[in-house]
């Protein structure tokens, strides 16, 4: 029972239904502001970010995979 009762409590997490704006908080917040608006030449924008739109797919690997190099974001 003891086995059944920690395995379940290890997979609990994954179904657990994640609170979008208290991870950003926690995770992106700091270098992307509060509201997602950057900080020019360090951090860029998230907010009414055009590069997240033109670039999907790199801007959905870039929190787990980094991203490197420069980037242009709203101009």
Do not use: T
Not at 3 to 12: K, T
Not at 44 to 73: C, N, T, W, Y
């Amino acid at each position: 029972m003891r086995r059944f009762v920690l395995f379940f409590s290890l997979l609990l997490p994954l179904h657990a239904d994640p609170d979008g704006a208290a991870i950003y908080q926690r995770s992106c917040s700091m270098c992307h502001g509060l509201e997602g608006q950057g900080v020019a030449g360090v951090f860029p924008p998230l907010a009414k970010s055009d590069f997240l739109v033109k670039h999907r797919d790199l801007a959905l690997k870039a929190p787990m995979e980094g991203l490197s190099g420069e980037i242009q974001v709203n101009g």
